[in-house]
């Protein structure tokens, strides 16, 4: 088994499905232990079953992202299991298309709080762990290309993932005293569960013509992503390769958004 992850437990939010789960099994083929957190709880169970019937370490839990309360719970399950913190994975999000002008509170309340003050709160109580171990850690941050250019169907969520960009820059300015990294990557079209919700929304809405394929079209590599396709940079951000490496969003969208 590859190892440049085997000494290092993270948490990974929103890890039952989607780029998550992709994650939390790449990260557990290079050695971490893993926690799967998520509020479907049943579903992050398989996840986490899927990895240690491979020979992995994995361990799920319950969290929603938006409590304080089982966040910190979260993390002290890891660290009771593996005896560490090492790095967290601020995942979880949500989407609700509508369009500009049919923008309402309750959507952007939910939106803001599941993708922007969730990465708040993660990386505040990720980053009290590592400094009761006497500092240094990893804070990885799910971001989006939407956070760098608005898309007129899903606003919030755009608004969300620039304000997810802003607070891996003011935290990774915050925490870098006390050795702890804050970065972020920006995927593009992805092929997950999220996706395919976000296409029948779009057409609910009346703009069928602006999801999946259409949005695809547009990538230089020929294809939408696979959440495996993200992998490679998450173990980079979660290892000591990226030690000297913070404050930084990296795209990984197959040149679909070029600045």
């Not at 560490?84 to 509508?98: C, H, Q, S, T």
């Not at 990720?126 to 240094?136: I, K, P, S, V």
Request: charged fraction near 20%; charge should be negative.
């Amino acid at each position: 088994m590859p190892d440049r992850l085997n000494d290092r437990t993270i948490v990974i939010t929103g890890a039952a499905s989607g780029i998550g789960a992709g994650f939390a099994r790449g990260l557990a083929a290079e050695g971490a232990a893993v926690v799967v957190a998520d509020l479907n709880l049943d579903a992050a169970q398989q996840v986490a079953d899927g990895i240690t019937a491979e020979g992995g370490r994995a361990l799920a839990v319950r969290v929603d992202v938006t409590d304080r309360d089982q966040v910190r719970a979260g993390i002290d399950r890891a660290v009771a299991e593996f005896g560490r913190l090492d790095a967290y994975f601020n995942n979880a999000g949500v989407n609700k298309p509508e369009k500009f002008l049919d923008i309402t509170k309750d959507a952007w309340d939910l939106i803001m709080n599941v993708n922007a003050f969730s990465v708040v709160i993660g990386t505040q109580e990720a980053a009290q762990q590592f400094l009761r171990q006497g500092g240094g850690g990893k804070i990885v941050n799910t971001a989006s290309i939407a956070g760098r250019t608005g898309f007129p169907s899903f606003a919030p969520y755009s608004a969300s993932k620039a304000a997810v960009i802003s607070l891996t820059q003011a935290a990774a300015r915050s925490l870098a005293a006390d050795r702890i990294t804050v970065n972020a990557f920006a995927p593009g079209v992805v092929a997950t569960p999220l996706w395919t919700k976000l296409d029948k929304d779009l057409v609910d809405i009346g703009e069928g013509d602006s999801g999946f394929d259409s949005m695809a079209g547009g990538i230089l590599l020929g294809r939408a992503a696979d959440p495996e396709d993200l992998v490679g940079t998450a173990v980079f951000l979660a290892s000591r390769d990226s030690d000297y490496i913070t404050g930084q969003v990296i795209p990984i969208e197959g040149g679909m958004i070029l600045v």
